[in-house]
Structures are given as structure tokens and as C-alpha cells.
């Protein structure tokens, strides 16, 4: 089966051993997405500004796969403060409005960086 990754040059990539979003077939899986760029953590502070920051990653992907937002099924939105749910969902509502895939939130402990405050995963199917 045809296998197409695209990788953001992120260090954890190679450290880790993953990439950014796979395509195989009809079906992409976009890997836990933060709000980091270059080494540097984007929107600090704002839920909503990181998450805008990560959707706009993850539609980067999907472009560079053959798709777009269009085709998300799923995404799954992990939080460090749910009590900033309103934020996160605001931001999310803004790319998925029209779309309105299956989605998921949850508050965990923490991610790999203290000031990260979201971060997400997606799955998209291209019918």
C-alpha cells in the first residue's frame, strides 16, 4: 500500500520516530499537534491562539497530503486546563463550523512543554 508522511523538521521527529501526518489509501492520521514553531511555543498563555496556531499545522498537512479540513472525521483535543474549554472550542468551532467532525476533549496533567496548553490529533478519510 502507498505510504505518504509529511514531517515539520520538529527535533522530536527524528528523536521520537514519528511524523507530523501519514497517508495510506483514502485515510490520514495527523500526530498530536502543539502549538511550537521553530523551538518556540506559540500563543503562550492563550488556548485559543494555540489552537488556532495548531489547526492551521494540521490543514498544512493535510494540503501536503492531497486533502484539506473538509475531510477531518475526527479530532481529539487534549487540554491542560478544561476550565479554558470555551477558548479551545471557540478556535475549533472557527475551522470546523460547517464540517462538524466527531470530536473529543480532555484535560490532561501536562504536555511536553510547561507553557503548551493544547495540543491535537486529527483523522481525516478522502472519499
Not at 488556548?47 to 473538509?70: N, R, V
Not at 479551545?88 to 463550523?97: I, N, S
Request: hydrophobic fraction near 40%.
Amino acid at each position: 500500500m502507498n505510504r505518504k508522511q509529511v514531517f515539520t523538521g520538529s527535533p522530536w521527529e527524528s528523536q521520537v520516530g514519528y511524523c507530523r501526518a501519514i497517508r495510506i489509501g483514502n485515510r490520514i492520521e495527523v500526530a498530536g499537534t502543539t502549538a511550537i514553531q521553530e523551538g518556540e511555543v506559540i500563543g503562550a498563555g492563550s488556548p485559543y491562539e494555540q489552537t488556532k496556531f495548531i489547526l492551521q499545522t494540521i490543514e498544512k498537512a493535510l494540503k501536503e497530503l492531497g486533502s484539506d479540513m473538509t475531510h477531518v472525521v475526527r479530532t481529539r483535543m487534549f487540554v491542560t486546563d478544561i476550565s479554558k474549554w470555551e477558548e479551545v472550542g471557540k478556535a475549533h468551532g472557527e475551522f470546523f463550523k460547517e464540517i462538524q467532525p466527531a470530536a473529543t476533549m480532555v484535560e490532561v496533567k501536562a504536555l511536553i512543554d510547561p507553557l503548551l496548553m493544547v495540543e491535537i490529533e486529527a483523522e481525516a478519510i478522502i472519499d
